[in-house]
């Protein structure tokens, strides 16, 4: 999957406010939605048998599943093995598309070695490089790790590269007349106004980073919600595969949670619009 | 610092070797002549004003003053040495502001004195001097994005000063705001510059504002961008921009530059 990058200058969504839906009408929405998904569940069962009443559990045999695990130690097994994963290949990711980023970004003869490169396999979605990574890793820890990294990568480049890129000059010219050096510059001037994009690129990535673990966790793992939710398919355990999917859902949320709050603190300049 | 020859080639106007000196100035952009052949003599502590139609070169010459562009032919001439790169002696205020957006009035003026490796103690005390200076004591914590226009280019100014440059460079600083405010920091501009000495470039295309500021008028060729004269202004401070003197000069400048707009062609 290739993930649509957002604009060179960076969203500027306001943390606070968020889509302006207070907090008391998002509870309100998500029980509505889990009592309707009951209710068609029950129905199904005790009414209409539409559809074979396995294929549709109901909140309350996912919510058991998910007591089940949890009590058999099973459920924190596959979190911890997932949360893991995500974290080293997404970390690694972070890392190489920061420094890789900034070096391309202000540094001429890299951009022209590397950057029609990356452009190049940005193109291909990194799942199709899945199975080969796992003949090469194995179905170890590496393979999932470098996948995450691999494909996690590219947007944290992308937005680390326009938010150097596209730094506004006339701050660079400013800092520049009050005795910055380049050094300075990058320090000073050039990470803080490119660091909304970076942040950006994280959330991204970290995304990304969930979006491909599952996949992969299908194809080789023994462990992780994905193996978790693969490995319910072949028995028809359908509690266990959609508890595997909330989990996941509820994880990446609460990551994508833990990165808005490190952009409100980081970014009380920003308030209305940039200056 | 001065040589003979300098204080040879300007002793019928300068009696002391000029603060800025641009010589044989020219600059191409491709094949654009954006300038050609500029000579000018800036003298300390003098006030000067940069004045054309937009396109003539005005922003181009000051960058080269500031040392963010190089001439393509001849050199600008600080204190006695060719200038190759910017330097804290040499502030600059521009139009857009430029302004850190992450950092709040205080440290935005604080950076100057940062970089130069004063202690925190040190650049907090400097910055509040210099905010206060520019009437902005109390919006020390505010971020550029909570404050006017007005008021963003008084923190601008202020960053400026906290360096104590000999030299402040100024590309149309107060042609953003409205006219109210923009007349006020114009007298505020010329109280700062009675405090502090230095030699002041400010380019502008508003004639009654170049007169109301500078000592000497610099009025802009067009088609190459050059200079076409240099008029001494020489009105006492305060000046009444309803004066006959002022009115009179006006018009005459306004002249002057609608030859130069003229030679654009139609606009
Ligand atoms: N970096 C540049 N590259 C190419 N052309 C430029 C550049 N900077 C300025 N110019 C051209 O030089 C001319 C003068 O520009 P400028 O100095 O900004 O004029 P002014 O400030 O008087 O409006 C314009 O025609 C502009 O298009
Ligand atoms: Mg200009």
């Not at chain 2, 937009?54 to 960058?63: F, H, I, Q």
């Amino acid at each position: 999957m290739v993930p649509e990058l957002p604009q060179a200058t960076p969203v500027a969504e306001p943390t606070s406010t968020r889509d302006g839906i207070p907090g008391v009408y998002r509870a309100f929405s998500i029980a509505l939605f889990v009592l309707l998904w009951h209710v068609i569940s029950v129905a199904n069962r005790d009414l209409v048998h539409f559809f074979d009443p396995i294929l549709i559990p109901g909140p309350v045999e996912v919510y058991q599943a998910g007591i089940e695990f949890s009590k058999s130690g099973q459920l924190q097994r596959d979190i911890i093995a997932t949360v893991y994963r995500v974290v080293a290949g997404f970390g690694l990711a972070a890392l190489t598309g920061l420094l890789v980023g900034v070096a391309v970004a202000t540094w001429r003869p890299l951009a022209v070695l590397f950057e029609p490169v990356i452009e190049l396999l940005r193109s291909i979605p990194p799942l199709a490089f899945l199975p080969m990574m796992v003949l090469w890793f194995g179905i170890g820890e590496a393979s999932k790790i470098a996948f995450i990294a691999y494909a996690a990568f590219f947007p944290m480049f992308i937005t680390t590269l326009e938010g150097v890129k596209f730094v506004d000059p006339v701050l660079v010219r400013a800092a520049a007349s009050l005795g910055a050096k380049p050094m300075h510059i990058l320090r000073y001037v050039v990470l803080p106004a490119a660091l909304p994009g970076i942040i950006t690129g994280l959330r991204l990535a970290l995304s990304l980073s969930f979006f491909v673990i599952v996949a992969a966790e299908f194809v080789a793992a023994d462990s992780g919600l994905g193996f978790m939710i693969n490995d319910a398919r072949t028995f028809f355990l359908m509690p266990q595969m959609l508890l595997g999917a909330i989990v996941t859902g509820i994880i990446g949320f609460l990551f994508n949670e833990l990165f808005r709050l490190l952009e409100a603190r980081l970014f009380r300049w920003r308030k209305g619009g940039r200056t | 610092m001065e040589t003979s020859r300098d204080a040879h080639a300007l002793a019928h106007q300068e009696p002391a070797a000029p603060k800025i000196r641009i010589t044989g100035v020219s600059k191409a952009y491709g094949v654009n002549t954006v300038l050609k052949n500029v000579d000018l003599s800036l003298a300390e502590n003098s006030f000067t004003c940069l004045l054309g139609p937009s396109g003539c070169g005005k922003s181009t010459l000051l960058s080269m003053i500031g040392g963010f562009a190089r001439p393509s032919k001849g050199s600008v001439i600080v204190d006695g040495s060719v200038i190759s790169e910017p330097s804290a002696d040499r502030g600059v205020v521009f139009q857009e502001y430029g302004l850190f957006p992450w950092r709040t009035a205080l440290d935005n003026v604080a950076f100057g004195p940062m970089l130069a490796g004063r202690s925190r103690v040190e650049q907090v005390a400097t910055a509040q001097r210099y905010l206060a200076m520019v009437n902005l004591a109390g919006h020390e914590n505010k971020y550029p994005s909570d404050l006017s226009g007005g008021m963003k280019q008084r923190v601008a100014i202020a960053r400026a000063l906290a360096n104590e440059p000999s030299i402040l460079l100024m590309d149309e600083p107060f042609g953003a705001l409205d006219a109210q405010t923009r007349e006020i920091l114009q007298e505020e501009l010329l109280r700062i510059c009675e405090q502090k000495k230095m030699t002041v470039v400010f380019v502008t295309h508003s004639i009654s504002e170049s007169i109301f500021l500078a000592d000497q008028i610099v009025v802009m060729a067009t088609r190459p961008g050059g200079v076409k004269e240099v008029i001494d202004v020489g009105l006492p401070f305060p000046r009444d921009r309803a004066s006959h003197e002022f009115v009179a000069l006006e018009k005459r400048i306004k002249q002057s530059v609608r030859e130069e707009v003229d030679k654009l062609g139609i606009i």
